[in-house]
């Protein structure tokens, strides 16, 4: 049965508070085997919400889905391993390390694996953003472990693999938090499964620090149990609720800050988790040496993405501001800076005696003047562009197409013969001869064409090439050939 409209955006959350009210009364009042059978339900009613919302929504991309099945699959692995003697046996026990740890910390990192690829996907242009607000998150952290969880746990005489398994709980939570609120502010109508996402993120940190900060007694696995399980449910129920599919779709925003700017707060995040150590042990602390060894692990690799997107940033740049040095802006085609570099380069090879002749076009375009003064400069635009295109579908692949001008073009033709030149030169006229459609207007210009060949084994100056093409394209203006002809004068 699909999901859709207005039922279903009321009836998902509705749906959560009851299933969440019915697990709470399942944990007040339940034995110990029932709150284990809840919170193993918890994990697979989730990921049925998953399955589902990713079906019926058709949501673009399932990997961040995936990833947190994955996710609930190792915290569920591990949630057993806490809860099953408990249940079983009638007593609290810890499990083997290999239990107790690994397999949360994998789970974790899918968690912050998914909350990156939906943060991406839902602001494409501000990853650099995200990646800042994350390290931040993490870095937020730091203070909260060491002057909240980290004391209560040293005086209750927990294990090293149990407060490396805290830490990388908290550390992964802030940093999921921090991400997710950088794009809470263009969710639009994702609002809802957000919400959720955060409900999951809050109930699971409340539940670690029951876990960590409370008093060892025989009922501390009921509490934690409880919000975990409710931490499960609102992942199940974010993605069952029909604002997923604008989530993980949004319009593009560009809401990228200078880079200058988005270094130095990435900066004070990575200074913030040594001076909290730091503090830490200058007040009679021991060394704290597993904040000091897992937040980096955790906040280099994001840093290195940064940076790597930082480096990528600026040699865009630097090739955009080359491109724009060396083309003409409204056309795309090269400008006489750059036609000049190129034709220095082919003058020099020819007067080594290297290619053949070379010749140049000097196209300049009749008629134009009146296109804007009658339609305005959009319509003279409109015609330049399609001159550019034009002339360039005309011309070899080696040759060189340049806007020198308001309306005059030159093409720069390497290992070209008059016969050549003169084919380039018909072709040219006539394509420019057809007319150009314009809102509704039909837009006609012709065209004066200029053409010299250079076969001597020397170096001219391409001013004097440009000058000789000039003085030839005149003299054809003033020849006034009929229509559909050009004619074409050569030197060398």
């Known amino acids: 049965m699909r999901l859709q409209g207005q039922w279903t955006r009321i009836g998902v959350p509705a749906g959560f508070v009851a299933v969440a009210a019915g697990f709470t009364t399942g944990y007040l009042v339940g034995s110990e085997t029932v709150r ?6 918890s994990g697979a009613l989730a990921t049925l919400g998953i399955a589902a919302g990713v079906r019926v929504h058709r949501l673009p991309d399932r990997r961040p889905w995936l990833l947190t099945v994955l996710a609930l699959v190792c915290l569920t692995a591990a949630n057993a391993a806490w809860y099953v003697p408990a249940a079983v046996a009638g007593g609290a026990t810890v499990p083997e390390p290999l239990l107790a740890v690994v397999p949360p910390l994998i789970g974790y990192v899918f968690f912050l694996a998914a909350s990156l690829l939906i943060v991406l996907r839902h602001t494409p242009r501000d990853a650099s953003g995200t990646i800042d607000a994350a390290v931040w998150g993490i870095a937020a952290a730091a203070p909260v472990w060491e002057f909240l969880f980290r004391p209560q746990m040293l005086a209750k005489g927990d294990t090293t693999a149990t407060q490396l398994f805290a830490l990388t709980q908290l550390l992964v939570l802030f940093g999921i938090c921090g991400a997710l609120l950088r794009v809470a502010r263009t969710s639009g109508r994702g609002q809802v499964t957000l919400w959720f996402l955060f409900g999951a993120l809050g109930l699971t940190v409340l539940g670690t620090a029951v876990v960590n900060m409370a008093p060892t007694e025989s009922g501390q696995a009921s509490v934690p149990a409880l919000l975990f399980a409710l931490g499960y449910l ?4 974010a993605c069952l609720h029909p604002s997923a599919a604008r989530l993980m779709d949004p319009p593009a925003h560009a809401v990228d800050r200078a880079p200058r700017l988005q270094l130095g707060a990435l900066g004070g ?3 913030l988790i040594p001076l909290v150590g ?3 042990q200058l007040t009679g602390s021991p060394a704290d040496g597993l904040l000091l060894t897992i937040a980096p692990m955790l906040t280099i690799p994001l840093v290195l993405i940064r940076i790597g997107r930082l480096n990528a940033l600026r040699s865009r ?7 724009q040095a060396a083309h003409d802006e409204l056309t795309g085609l090269v400008n006489r800076r750059q036609l000049f570099a190129l034709m220095e380069k082919a003058i020099a090879r020819h007067a080594a005696g290297h290619g053949g002749d070379l010749a140049l076009l000097y196209c300049d375009l009749n008629d134009f003047k009146p296109i804007n003064d009658r339609y305005g400069h959009e319509a003279g635009d409109a015609v330049l562009r399609v001159t550019a295109k034009r002339i360039a579908a005309a011309v070899r692949a080696d040759d060189v197409v340049a ?11 390497p290992d070209a013969d008059s016969g050549t030149a003169y084919s380039l030169g018909v072709r040219i006229v006539r394509t420019l001869a057809e007319p150009v459609s314009w809102r509704g207007e039909t837009l006609r210009v012709s065209t004066a064409l200029g053409t010299t060949v250079w076969s001597e084994r020397r170096v001219i100056a391409p001013d004097d090439l440009l000058a000789e093409a000039d003085a030839r394209m005149y003299e054809n203006k003033r020849a006034e050939p009929p229509a559909g002809r050009s004619a074409l004068p050569l030197s060398s």
Do not use: S, Y
């Open 234 to 237: 609102c992942l199940g129920a």
């Open 269 to 271: 995040a990575m200074l």
């Open 317 to 323: 740049d630097r090739e955009a501001l080359a491109h």
């Open 278 to 280: 730091a503090i830490g």
């Open 403 to 413: 806007r020198v001008g308001g309306d005059e073009f030159l093409v720069f033709c």
């Open 36 to 41: 284990l059978l809840l919170m193993m339900l």
